[in-house]
């Protein structure tokens, strides 16, 4: 609590009823925010959503200190585990496949999400074991080298073997369904009805917030250090008696593990996969995220997601309707209006605020400045 | 009968062209403080980087404590007992003093990322353990006020006893200290001297590559000294202080008065 509150770090009772409000708060937003019209939920069930990929990437990039560009490719991963695990697509391309499953190829959720955070773990060593000696720019390269591979395996699977479709993807994937809750459709609560937006809604927000407990338990921890060491000084680090290779491992897995949990959750949530949404430009945007909010720090991360992921919604609604009222037409369209404001924030974060728009609080004041000589390393 | 700690024998190291090592070896008594000294390139932290695995020799057997130990990687020498500090301090500079201790615990504690997450009691107890044994160590080395500053901004003799608490923090059976007192001033240097004979005294056996003539002839047990990569002497500081060939090496021989300087 005190690491979104930290002036409550004194005040238990006040930074709990804090949370509290907080709670209240994402409890009855999407209804506040359907008001405007059911778009606006599905913006605040994508923030949910981006804010889990973002806590994911933050644990290579931000704990590990291990420049990952490309990381949407865990995201496809999980997105294509689902897809195909939940659709006709398989059972219409693969006679073994339909005879298997005379009903349909409908997978569990239970079973999907730990499937498509144990693939994409699996592909986040596959990624990591070859870049273990490389940092910086060279680690940035292969990585992005990585998150391409598998788009334009994704874009071209589909022959001779159809096994992803293409660039045409895959439609017809299952809702979310649990405990018979099927979250595709509109559910009466007695009061008021729920349409499906909502439903996403709060089990991303649910999703999130077990993310969220996970990525400070795993910062506060022997492993969470160990990373941080690695960050700062991986030579010291190994002198520590650190295994250097192993954690670092751990970071990438871990990592696309979140990656690959919510890309299951998107595909569920679209209904509909193709290549062309994990592109090299989704991984630089999630990397901005937790760039712009503050990296390596929890609250900051969350931040740069939610604001990063609602900013284009905004620029949607509004960029239209204001270029009609002042000019009469259209002169500029949202999404190049996105990348230019974009490329500004990102200019101006690097001027004035180059540790993030939230970074992680400095510890104490500098004591070199006490009485004495002090001497400069 | 003696009680060996560290036994190192017929180490070389070949960089290129250049042999840095050639047959260099210590014997190190436990509870000794032992001097490593020479001068400038004399392939002092070359080989202290082997015998702590940063470096892997050419040739060499070592032994720690009676069990043949093999320099493969610098976590597996940690793990084995050898905790090491760097000639130009590597901190962890952004983490506090007390996370760089703690940091230092990792080899002796085994929780895993899912005792984290679940915070099970194993996980929760071992975490107050290293906190605690953290704490202890840095009112050892005596910067215990400074536990939450940010490690890049204590002064600089505080992030020597910093790194030298990191160092312990390992459990080392020996503790090698690669030029503890560069850049420091007298007062530091008598302070420093007093937490080494404390750290002899307390727990671990101490090897010191060291420039300053006084603080080693004070405070070693032993010396060898090193030039072009070769053992010239060995023995006890005053016995080494006499040998011919360590003035010739420090001074430069009788036919070259303008030799090469003492470092």
Known sequence: MTLFFPSLRDKPAAAFAAMCAVGVVLLVLPFAAGYFGNAWVRALAFAALYVMLALGLNIVVGFAGLLDLGYIAFYAVGAYTYALLASPHLIGNFEAVAAAFPQGLHTSIWLVIPMGAAIAAFFGVILGAPVLKLRGDYLAIVTLGFGEIIRIFLNNLNAPLNFTNGPQGITLIDPVTIVGLNFGRTVDIGFTTLPSVYLYYYLFLFLMLVTIVICIRLQDSRLGRAWMAIREDDIAAKAMGINVRNVKLLAFALGATFGGVSGTMFSAFQGFVSPESFSLMESIIVLAMIVLGGLGHIPGVILGAVLLSIFPELLRHTVVPIQEQLFGKVLMDAEVLRMLLYGLAMVFIMLYRPKGLWPAPEHGVNPAARPGKPQTA | ?263
């Open chain 2, 1 to 263: 009968m003696s009680d060996t700690i560290l036994e190192v024998k017929g180490v070389n190291k070949r960089f290129g062209g250049l042999q840095a090592l050639s047959e260099v070896g210590v014997h190190i008594e436990r509870g000794q403080i032992y001097g490593l000294i020479g001068p400038n390139g004399a392939g002092k932290t070359t080989f202290f980087n082997v015998i702590t695995g940063l470096y892997t020799p050419d040739s060499g057997t070592f032994e720690l404590d009676r069990k043949p130990y093999s320099p493969s990687a610098p976590h597996k020498v940690a793990e084995a007992g050898i905790a090491r500090t760097f000639q130009n301090i590597r901190l962890f500079p952004d983490m506090t003093a007390l996370e760089n201790v703690m940091v230092g615990r990792h080899v002796r504690t085994k929780a895993t990322a899912l005792g984290a997450v679940l915070r099970t009691r194993a996980t929760l107890l071992e975490e107050a353990a290293i906190r605690k044994r953290s704490l202890e160590l840095l009112d050892y080395v005596g910067i215990a006020k400074y536990a939450d500053y940010q490690a890049r901004t204590l002064a600089y003799g505080d992030q020597r006893r910093l790194e030298i608490a990191r160092a312990l923090a390992t459990d080392p059976k020996l503790l090698a200290l690669d030029e503890p007192a560069a850049g420091m001033n007298a007062t530091e240097k008598m302070s420093l001297r007093g937490l080494l004979s404390n750290i002899r005294k307390d727990s671990a056996t101490i090897l010191l590559i060291e420039h300053d003539v006084k603080l080693v002839m004070g405070l070693c047990d032993r010396v060898t000294v090193l030039d072009y990569g070769k053992i010239i002497a060995e023995g006890t500081p005053a016995d080494v202080q006499r040998n011919a060939a360590v003035i010739e090496a420090y001074l430069g021989g009788a036919h070259k008065p303008a030799g090469k300087e003492a470092a």
